[in-house]
């Protein structure tokens, strides 16, 4: 019994886990409020989890209003065009729903092209931020690498970021029914399951990147 409440317990670890989600998603919520903030706001929970995840920081309201001040600038000046181009998409969305739900349209191919071409930066891009200093431009062309070199786990991501607006636009009556799961929980736990993704898809591409370098210093000499 004494070794279940143990601090190295999996309990303990477990329920300190859920806490700190918790706690990410109060404050990304909180902060994504005037929307041109979600940006900065999603950089900052990606980077409180990978610190808890790591074991570098096992905080969160610190780290979190750390990265968030420090990464305003850049997030912000990524996320301000998503968000202008995601407006359009979803407008365009409405459309295409409205008058070809029932059946195919020719529309809907390049709908569904550029709402991918758009999605892996979305998905990608601040958690990219959340991890690594880079000029903006190189974060944009990391989110399609990480994306095909890790092809799996990165659908895997794009799934979990798109599914509370699939819920919210399909099933709006569960979403209502459930609503405190989704202030208290819901976003925080996908951002987690995403980070925890994403250092796999980092340390592999790392790797990777790593080993083909050897390979070109090998065949230099």
Not at 57 to 77: H, W, Y
Not at 150 to 163: D, E, G
Request: aromatic letters at 14%.
């Amino acid at each position: 019994m004494r070794n279940l409440f143990s601090q190295d317990s999996v309990l303990v670890r477990f329920f300190g886990a859920i806490t700190n989600i918790m706690l990410v998603n109060v404050l990304w919520l909180l902060c994504c409020i005037p929307v041109f903030t979600a940006g900065a706001a999603t950089t900052a929970a990606y980077y409180t989890f990978y610190q808890n995840i790591s074991g570098e920081d096992d905080g969160v309201i610190r780290p979190f209003f750390r990265a968030f001040k420090d990464n305003f600038k850049q997030a912000t000046l990524l996320w301000l065009p998503m968000m202008l181009i995601g407006a359009v998409l979803i407008v365009d969305l409405m459309y295409l729903l409205g008058n070809h739900r029932e059946r195919f349209h020719i529309l809907w191919v390049p709908f569904c092209v550029t709402a991918l071409v758009y999605l892996i930066p979305v998905s990608h891009s601040f958690a990219i931020l959340g991890r690594y200093d880079a000029p903006s431009k190189q974060i944009l062309k990391n989110s399609y690498l990480i994306f095909l070199m890790n092809f799996l786990r990165s659908v895997a991501v794009l799934l979990l970021t798109v599914t509370p607006g699939i819920v919210l636009v399909s099933m709006p009556q569960l979403v209502v029914s459930t609503l405190p799961f989704w202030f208290i929980l819901f976003f925080g736990l996908v951002l987690y399951l995403n980070a925890r993704m994403f250092l796999i898809s980092f340390d592999k591409s790392a790797a990777k990147t790593e080993e083909e370098e050897k390979e070109k210093e090998y065949d230099s000499v």
